[in-house]
């Protein structure tokens, strides 16, 4: 993240701005988030951690479009976007934002590079385009041979690895990541994590980390934490 003497000339690609979000319960209205507001700068990592059924999925969701907040702004690249339809957010997010998910979320009858390609042109590119991004995403994140297996034929690593690829492969802005390593064994959920980084900041994609594990928080430039509706940096 840069210092407060540079941060102004690092463009926003993410502002919330008093976000809140309540569910109806028998008892009446659970408010999760309560007025809730961050940037995400080009270019940053920022983790948000917390204890399970804290909200940090439904606030990740929001951030990315796919549910909408009770109150409060969203903001992508400086353009409003909260209150929008749900076709405009599907356009917008194809075009500049990545997502990966802990179930991975694959096309089962479609083979790894078939799944790259299809988030291209789902954001308007044409399959010869996309292709040759796919198949150079794939190949960098140690899946060269295995650009025609199908999920089903693929260990879990794997597969998340396939999922890294799809969230990069329309060279998006930000990438949110939503517990990427929480179906992997310690040493494999290491190794996405650490292509994960690698590979946003070697295209200056801004990353939002959703995790439980703090090591992995830790890492972030900033680490904040979610508990009773609120988000805050966290402590060291």
Not at 23 to 29: C, D, H, L, V, Y
Not at 106 to 132: D, F, H, S, Y
């Amino acid at each position: 993240m840069p210092d407060n003497a540079t941060e102004q000339t690092v463009p926003l690609v993410l502002a919330a701005k008093e976000i809140s979000k309540a569910f109806k319960t028998p008892r009446g209205p659970l408010e999760v988030l309560h007025r809730i507001s961050l940037e995400i700068r080009a270019g940053e990592f920022a983790s948000i951690r917390g204890e399970s059924g804290s909200g940090k999925t439904t606030l990740l969701q929001i951030l990315g479009g796919l549910d909408k907040a009770g109150a409060g702004e969203l903001y992508w690249n400086g353009e409003r976007v909260s209150g929008r339809s749900n076709g405009f957010l599907a356009n917008r997010r194809a075009r500049w934002l990545g997502y990966v998910f802990q179930a991975y979320h694959l096309v089962p009858e479609l083979t790894a590079l078939e799944n790259v390609v299809l988030a291209g042109q789902i954001a308007g590119r044409k399959k010869g385009e996309v292709r040759e991004q796919a198949e150079f995403l794939l190949k960098r994140v140690g899946l060269a041979e295995r650009l025609r297996h199908l999920p089903s034929q693929m260990s879990g690593g794997e597969c998340q690895r396939v999922a890294v690829a799809r969230a990069l492969v329309n060279q998006p802005k930000l990438v949110l990541a939503d517990e990427p390593t929480g179906n992997l064994d310690e040493r494999t959920g290491q190794e996405v994590m650490q292509l994960l980084k690698q590979l946003t900041a070697e295209e200056r994609v801004a990353l939002v980390l959703v995790t439980h594990n703090m090591d992995f928080a830790r890492q972030a430039g900033r680490c904040f934490l979610l508990q009773h509706g609120g988000l805050q940096l966290a402590a060291e």
